[in-house]
Nanobody, 122 residues
Framework: QVQLVESGGGLVQPGGSLRLSCAASGVTFSNYDMSWYRQAPGMERWFLASIIGATGLTNYDDSVKGRFTISRDNAKNMVYLQMNNLKPEDTAVYYC???????????????WGQGTEVIVSS
């Protein structure tokens, strides 16, 4: 059974930092591309950053480029999101996603965690 569990959220002041973690189980982790998304109240879930399983290549949404850093540890089945210089508009529930494609069937497998809440407020 595939499970993704996020942690590390909380209340932080503007300008502060947090590191989110996502622990994966039930998957061959290095086969999965991992991503972070967030969803603010009343808003759609929004892509923030991704990291390729095989190469470690990263991609970021412009809104977080230069402030957020995604990384992974395939030996520990973990993906991280380091968030610096946090702003009130970063307040949201943050989710990690795991995605892979079976190259034989071309079937896509996608899994989501339950989310961790980040509140940026003074």
């Amino acid at each position: 059974q595939v499970q993704l569990v996020e942690s590390g959220g909380g209340l932080v002041q503007p300008g502060g930092s947090l590191r989110l973690s996502c622990a994966a189980s039930g998957v061959t982790f290095s086969n999965y591309d991992m991503s972070w998304y967030r969803q603010a109240p009343g808003m759609e879930r929004w892509f923030l950053a991704s990291i390729i399983g095989a190469t470690g290549l990263t991609n970021y949404d412009d809104s977080v480029k230069g402030r957020f850093t995604i990384s992974r540890d395939n030996a520990k089945n973990m993906v991280y999101l380091q968030m610096n210089n946090l702003k009130p508009e970063d307040t949201a529930v943050y989710y990690c996603r795991a995605k892979t494609i079976d190259i034989e069937t071309m079937h896509e497998y996608e899994y989501w965690g339950q989310g961790t809440e980040v509140i940026v407020s003074s």
